[in-house]
């Protein structure tokens, strides 16, 4: 599977940006998708996930009330759509996925910056 993330930007504080991820490859309706996030000299982190169906969603505690991940399986798009950012949001977004009997899978990653 391929995957490609769109959606990052400079924004002030309090704005909202939607990242999408175009998956390719593989029957996209089958993976539990993700969005990770990783800031300048820190570990990559989880930030949110949803499983094929949208009915399971888990979000990183740092994110909830303010991130929202979706899934469109017709598209073969997952979007996590960012609300109220904060300075500490800033990193580069990927979206993920681990395709059965593979490795984890990554898209490109696009930064989001948000300025104070």
């Known amino acids: 599977v391929q995957l490609q993330a769109s959606g990052g930007g400079l924004v002030q504080t309090g704005g909202s940006l939607r990242f999408s991820c175009a998956a390719s490859?593989?029957?996209?309706?089958?993976?539990?998708m993700g969005w990770f996030r990783q800031a300048a000299g820190e570990e990559r982190d989880s930030v949110a996930s949803?499983?094929?169906?949208?009915?399971?969603?888990a979000y990183a505690d740092s994110v909830k009330g303010r991130f929202t991940i979706s899934r469109d399986n017709a598209k073969n798009t997952v979007y996590l759509r960012v609300n109220n950012l904060k300075p500490e949001d800033t990193a580069v977004y990927y979206c993920?996925?681990?395709?059965?009997?593979?490795?984890?899978?990554w898209g490109q990653g696009t930064l989001v910056t948000v300025s104070s």
């Open positions: 993920s996925t681990v395709p059965p009997g593979s490795g984890r899978v």
């Open positions: 949803i499983n094929w169906s949208g009915e399971k969603i």
């Open positions: 490859g593989r029957p996209f309706s089958s993976l539990v």
